[in-house]
């Protein structure tokens, strides 16, 4: 089993016991009949890379994927080994499997997010500030592509609102600070933080500390804020998940 997150981290260890109590409901005790490895890689690619090799190197009996980023390094890696995903987005769009009804290869699993999650952000947002006028979607491209997918499906429907929306990638905290500081000077601004969107940001830059206020929306977390960060806001901010 290989996950994207690291092994101290509490949504790594409420998924593997979850995992290990499905397994046992399914007559699969670990130690007794079924041996399984445990990979945690986080979000570091050298060390994502390093494990697959090494897993695919050991020729189990099925690998389980755990986040898009796995199974983007994993799919390559493999077209013996049976491969089940789980928690990964749009996985026809990115190529790991031709469709969700025949999934084909050697790869299936369990999609998460689909791409009308967009509409239903921007509305709860709408219900937390009334007046919203202008989102960004932000996220890191580098490793949350769909997201702009997402988005181009949502511009794509007939619009029920006239909030504007558009992305903004962000790769850096630098990048996250200028976006917010952005937003703020806009009035009925606000933003989207996929949670995924806050992983691998390095540190540096600074921007003016936003005027107005901005509010947040994610799929499970609150928006963290970086430790040497004076600019993002605090105290008028809404932490709402989706």
């Not at 949504?11 to 005790?29: H, P, S, T």
Request: proline share 8%.
């Amino acid at each position: 089993m290989l996950l994207g997150l690291a092994e101290n981290d509490p949504e790594a260890i409420n998924r593997v016991k979850a995992f290990r109590l499905g397994m046992r409901d399914l007559g699969w005790i670990e130690g007794r009949n079924v041996q399984i490895d445990y990979r945690f890689p986080g979000t570091n690619v050298e060390l994502i890379n390093k494990n697959v090799t090494e897993l695919v190197q050991l020729a189990p009996d099925v690998i389980v994927a755990n986040t898009t980023r796995i199974m983007a390094a994993l799919q390559p890696a493999t077209s013996a080994i049976p491969i089940v995903f789980v928690m990964v987005n749009d996985p026809v769009n990115q190529g790991f499997v031709s469709n969700l009804a025949h999934p084909g290869a050697n790869i299936t699993g369990f999609s998460f997010l689909e791409s009308n999650i967009v509409g239903k952000w921007i509305s709860l947002l709408n219900d937390v500030k009334p007046n919203l006028s202008r989102v960004a979607l932000m996220f890191n491209p580098d490793f949350v592509p769909y997201y702009d997918v997402y988005l181009r499906s949502f511009k794509a429907l007939p619009q029920q609102t006239s909030v504007e929306v558009e992305a903004a990638h962000v790769r850096s905290v630098a990048d996250v600070e200028l976006a917010v500081a952005k937003l703020g000077r806009e009035p009925d601004s606000g933003f989207i933080h996929p949670s995924s969107a806050w992983s691998d940001l390095e540190s540096g830059g600074s921007a003016p500390r936003p005027a107005a206020r901005s509010d947040f929306a994610g799929p499970w977390r609150c928006v963290p804020r970086p430790a040497n960060s004076t600019t993002m806001p605090r105290p008028n901010a809404v932490c709402c998940g989706a």
